[in-house]
């Protein structure tokens, strides 16, 4: 009875530190989308065209955002799999490496969205509607870009921090940093897009000045609070003596983190690729995706936070060496994802119908936006089981297989499947989002295998 006994007990270990990672996670994107949902509706009600504007600059954004996940992740590998070597050293040398490569990929992507901003907006203005609305669209989203990217950087270097402390399965520092900027970000937008204490009605680029205004706010937290507290952050001790990393370890990470980047980098494409063939079926698809896209992204953090912290606690085990147990915990930890999708997806399906009624828009918009709410409820089971899938091969390091297995099928079946169906079908834009997000199903299949066939089961940290 006692191996029995000691078998349940390493199994709720396990369970309590996967909960007690992707807890805080939970709660800060749940909060955080949250006020992005309160922040789209404020916007929504200014109306259609700022809606649409912002969106699709927002949609430029989140290709930015995966770029710096990709580098941030790449290098993360290492990060988690040396704390469960317990090499603080190596820690170290890791969050270096993602500060400055953080930074340089942000001046980078600044610059090109300075100068290429209002031809890559336009490019989603492209579909049938009326010209003045575009003209004024196309307007409102390059104001609303051009002070967004102040903010980039301090991403990138928010990243950094962030994305160490919670390889570390430190998460809840990261939380309250964000949680404070969220209300920050939240006050601002109330003060500025509508005008409010003598201050004048900004509308969209209010939005976008009380966003870098919030995420300089977390990164100032995330800085002092590390700073001050080495015995809870003990690789930042010493990371700012200098920034050497020894060359043959930034070689290793830089073979990581170039193919998880150039991952996210081609997916985040694809999907934004998608997106600009949904906008030349129609116009207002623009403005209804940025519905379902808000309702998405407050459903589905259960699964995403699970998923992340699945590949974290995948990343310990594989760092202690113990790659047997690695293999048996995945496969159930990957399910207890998929049941958040099944929960959430239900919840999206149920409040379809009504969240649509919350923003100033046609009718027409609001009863696409609840077919493609529905869409996506169904298929958010599927989501979930993907993304646990895509964090349990990465925690390995074998980044080639996540590319394979994410960015591959992205512009092999899916991209082309949007195009062909948006240029050349008769089909209305609901049928194409709905064949488009069936071919999840095909990316199931995959990881199965992918999964089950234990090519992930790696210690790159020895």
Not at 73 to 86: L, N, P, S
Not at 113 to 139: K, M, T, V
Not at 396 to 413: E, L, P, R
């Amino acid at each position: 009875m006692e191996p029995l006994t000691q078998n349940k007990s390493k199994e709720s270990s396990y369970i309590k530190k996967l909960l007690m990672i992707a807890i805080p996670m939970m709660v800060q994107n749940g909060i955080s989308n949250f006020v992005n949902l309160l922040d789209n509706l404020m916007i929504g009600r200014v109306g259609t065209n700022a809606l649409s504007g912002v969106a699709i600059a927002n949609q430029l954004i989140f290709v930015f955002y995966l770029v710096i996940f990709g580098a941030t992740a790449g290098v993360g590998i290492f990060t988690a799999q040396y704390h469960g070597k317990g090499d603080t050293e190596g820690v170290r040398y890791t969050f270096r490496f993602k500060l400055i490569l953080n930074t340089i990929l942000s001046a980078i992507c600044t610059l090109v969205f300075l100068i290429f901003c209002p031809y890559l907006i336009h490019l989603f203005l492209l579909g049938e509607g009326d010209p003045a609305d575009a003209a004024e669209s196309l307007r409102i989203g390059v104001n609303y870009m051009r002070v967004i990217l102040i903010s980039l950087i301090p991403i990138g270097l928010t990243q950094a921090y962030a994305g160490t402390l919670k390889d570390l399965g430190r998460t809840k520092l990261p939380m309250i940093a964000s949680l404070c900027a969220i209300l920050v970000n939240l006050c601002g937008n109330y003060v500025l897009i509508y005008g409010h204490f003598g201050l004048p009605a900004l509308g969209a680029v209010g939005a976008a000045i009380a966003t870098v205004f919030s995420r300089f706010v977390e990164l100032a937290i995330l800085i002092i609070y590390t700073g001050k507290h080495p015995d809870v952050c003990p690789f930042i001790s010493g990371a700012f003596k200098d920034f050497r990393v020894p060359k043959e370890l930034a070689w290793k990470y830089i073979r990581k983190a170039l193919p998880l980047m150039a991952n996210e980098s081609l997916w985040s494409l694809g999907v934004t690729t998608m997106n600009q063939c949904y906008s030349f079926k129609s116009l207002d698809s623009v403005a209804a995706l940025n519905i379902e896209s808000t309702i998405w992204n407050l459903m589905a953090v259960a699964f995403i936070a699970m998923g992340e912290a699945v590949g974290i606690v995948m990343g310990h085990i594989l760092g202690s060496g113990d790659l047997s147990t690695a293999k048996s915990k995945a496969k159930k930890m990957r399910w207890f994802t998929v049941l958040c999708g099944v929960v959430f997806g239900l919840l999206a399906i149920g409040v379809a119908p009504f969240f649509p009624l919350l923003y100033n828009t046609s009718d027409h918009i609001r009863s696409m936006a609840t077919s493609f709410i529905i869409i996506c409820g169904v298929v958010m089971p599927l989501a979930a089981y993907n993304h646990a899938s895509y964090f349990i091969i990465r925690s390995g390091g074998n980044a080639m297989i996540t590319v394979i297995f994410d960015c591959v099928y992205t512009w092999v079946i899916a991209v082309p499947v949007a195009f062909l169906l948006s240029h050349y079908s008769n089909l209305s834009i609901t049928w194409i989002l709905g064949i488009v997000q069936a071919l999840e199903s095909i990316k199931c299949i995959v990881a199965f295998f992918l999964v089950r066939s234990n090519l992930w089961v790696k210690n790159i940290v020895k």
